[in-house]
């Protein structure tokens, strides 16, 4: 295991193992996986006049790529893009080519008894090892369980005995360079969190952290820090489980405040007053293809020490069926009841549904065929899957549902949706359950 924590640069370059004092020039590197990630990733380098070659197993994502179109709207990554592919320093293809770096960034879902799905990972680095070099660095940066960049390296060292692979805690020298680097960059903000936020860079050796932040010395603005492998895939688990333990709090106190009659908007807002207190918002539960899976990989690797981050999970995978019960308890009073549903994303302003609560909730609520659901989505064209099958759903524009409605149920706090007038959310029964109605206490000063 490396054990030194060193912060970017700061280590002297004589007290490493030989092998790292290796010529660290990268000119081409090639990322595996253009999803939310890697195709940023893959962008920012190419700007920086890197020879990027982009990988997906996805034709439409080829295509859509070297045509210098991002396919999902990210502030600012169309500029990118169009700067990358105009240089010809971007070029997506369905194969992984010799590159002197390969970044993998790939899903990690999680299977249906929650245990880590690596498939995606094994299937990338069964891509990349034909073409692997002496001199190359892989870098992954797929969010991991504790073990997966060593499990990594032992898969590609079975594929290419003619190369010396990297084994945890050992220090060289070696062909090949393996690093964990994860991600951390907040959707909506990518194009500037990618160059400006720290980054953790877990080598399987020194020499290994040392090749991967060559890498990253490319465009980052942040700090590198240099920690071992098994850290690095630590570090990354724990920041999203921090996440959401604290989003849990504000849950748990929504529903404790709903029993006591109070408004947990301004219990918040009046608590976090104090200068130690910072209570995160409720909302209608904890989506996104992180926060509500990444605490898992935490479980997995230690359940009977986790007994906080699966109580979290719970009280948020809990909090959707909350608010199925608080619509359902109003519609029961109407004959035909008409609900407006505002919001199916995993959160504000982004076309992303992948775990989204709002959407759990709305294909619960389809369920009763009495009821007829108007769904307002700004970011969306057409309704996802299954909602596009029901036929008491229909999507409408955002005014449209909630002045044909009885009850209207705020789900995802879109900035669209705080420009409705409040006389017409006055006249119907509303269900908030983001806070974006709630009127600060600072305002009715
Ligand atoms: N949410 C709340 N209340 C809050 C904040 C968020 O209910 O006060 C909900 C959101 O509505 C959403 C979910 O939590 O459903 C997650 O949203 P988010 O904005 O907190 O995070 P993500 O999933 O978009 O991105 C997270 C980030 N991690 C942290 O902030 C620790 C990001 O930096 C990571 O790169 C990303 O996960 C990732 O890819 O792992």
């Known amino acids: 295991m490396v054990e030194p924590l060193a912060e970017g640069g700061s280590v002297p370059e004589a007290d490493f193992p030989a092998d790292c004092r290796m010529d660290h020039t990268v000119n081409t590197v090639c990322v595996v996986g253009l999803g939310y990630i890697g195709l940023p990733t893959a962008a920012t380098l190419a700007s920086r006049g890197i020879e990027v070659i982009g990988v997906d197993i996805n034709p439409q994502i080829v295509a859509a790529v070297n045509d210098g179109k991002p396919y999902f709207p990210e502030p600012d990554l169309d500029m990118l893009l169009r700067a990358a592919t105009t240089l010809g320093k971007l070029r997506a293809t369905a194969r992984p080519e010799p590159a002197d770096a390969f970044v993998i960034a790939v899903p990690t879902p999680f299977n249906d008894d929650r245990s880590p799905n690596l498939t995606f990972i094994d299937a990338a680095a069964d891509a990349i090892s034909p073409v692997l070099a002496a001199g190359n660095v892989v870098i992954l940066e797929s969010t991991s369980p504790v073990g997966t960049t060593a499990r990594l390296s032992k898969r590609l060292a079975r594929q290419r005995p003619d190369l010396r692979l990297p084994e945890e805690g050992e220090n060289g020298p070696f062909d090949v ?115 509500a899976v990444d605490p898992w990989f935490i479980v997995a690797s230690a359940p009977e020490q986790t007994r906080l981050i699966r109580a979290a999970r719970e009280v948020n995978d809990a909090k959707p069926k909350f608010i199925v019960s608080q619509i359902r308890e109003r519609a029961d009073r109407l004959k035909h009841p008409v609900i407006a549903c505002l919001g199916l994303t995993y959160k504000p302003d982004v076309d992303d549904v992948r775990e989204s609560p709002a959407l759990d909730i709305v294909v619960e609520l389809a369920c009763d065929p009495d009821t007829r659901l108007l769904v307002a989505e700004p970011n969306l064209r057409a309704l996802p899957p299954p909602l596009d099958e029901r036929a008491n759903v229909t999507m409408c524009d955002t005014l449209a549902a909630v002045r044909e409605a009885d009850i209207v149920a705020i789900l995802v706090a879109h900035s669209r949706f705080r420009r409705i007038p409040q006389e017409e959310l006055m006249r119907r029964m509303v269900i908030d359950a983001t806070g974006l109605t709630h009127r600060s206490v600072s305002m009715t000063r």
């Not at 071992?228 to 748990?252: H, S």
């Not at 219990?267 to 007053?273: F, S």
Request: aromatic residues 6%; contains cysteine.
């Open 177 to 291: 360079h393996i690093a964990h680097c994860p991600e951390r960059v907040l959707p909506g903000h990518m194009v500037r969190e990618l160059i400006e936020n720290d980054r953790i860079i877990g080598g399987l050796s020194e020499a290994c952290a040392e090749h991967a932040e060559a890498v990253y010395s490319i465009f980052l603005r942040g700090t590198a820090f240099r920690t071992g492998a098994a850290t690095a895939e630590l570090v990354k688990l724990v920041e999203n489980a921090y996440r959401d333990v604290n989003i849990a709090f504000a849950n748990e106190l929504s529903t404790i405040c709903d029993q006591l009659g109070l408004n947990v908007w301004q219990v918040i807002e009046l608590a976090n007053r104090h200068p130690r207190v910072s209570i995160l918002q409720p909302g209608a539960g904890v989506g996104g293809h992180c926060i």
